[in-house]
């Protein structure tokens, strides 16, 4: 089941925020906010490294897409992130961009996003939630496996010849609903 039966993408999702985190808020990308957000994104891991231009990452971030919502993350109404889903994607959803940029690293933002997520994959009736992730970015590849990602394959030469993506699979279990 998609997470459209959760969401109304048209609308921001205001996450209830853990001890000690920002208030975070989901909105869907304004053209404004892609154009903010695409060169910061552009200029770190792993988009820095594969030379995605800031166009391209601007582009990614404003395009609309049936069943591919997108959203900005704001912490205090400032823009300091991005997250686009795949909704249908072999029995749950595909985590395809989630970056939370570096001066907003390590507050926890990026886990409770990924809790949302995995919570309405599960409210939904998701079995499992999918990502992938460059097989050179170990900070991110740590941050999936603290959240309880398995690796199930290689993708190698995926996104660019000499690189593997690696496809990462957590399985959900009861459905409650997402915390908002």
Not at 32 to 42: E, R, V
Not at 141 to 162: C, M, W
């Amino acid at each position: 089941m998609p997470l459209k039966q959760t969401l109304d993408f048209e609308k921001p999702v205001s996450l209830v925020n853990a001890p000690q985190t920002p208030q975070i808020t989901l909105v869907p990308f304004t053209a404004q906010a892609a154009q903010h957000l695409g060169p910061l994104a552009a200029a770190i891991d792993p988009w820095k490294r594969y030379q995605v231009s800031s166009d391209n990452m601007t582009a990614l971030l404003a395009k609309s897409e049936a069943g591919a919502p997108r959203y900005s993350i704001s912490a205090n109404g400032q823009h300091i992130g991005g997250i686009c889903i795949r909704l249908n994607w072999l029995r749950g959803p595909f985590l395809q961009t989630l970056f939370v940029l570096p001066d907003a690293q390590g507050q926890g933002i990026g886990t409770q996003i990924l809790k949302w997520f995995e919570a309405a994959a599960a409210y939904d009736g998701a079995r499992q939630v999918w990502i992938t992730v460059s097989s050179f970015n170990e900070p991110a590849r740590r941050f999936y496996d603290r959240q309880g990602y398995e690796t199930l394959a290689a993708l190698p030469d995926l996104i660019a010849d000499g690189f593997d993506e690696l496809l990462l699979r957590k399985k959900l279990s009861a459905r409650k609903a997402p915390s908002r």
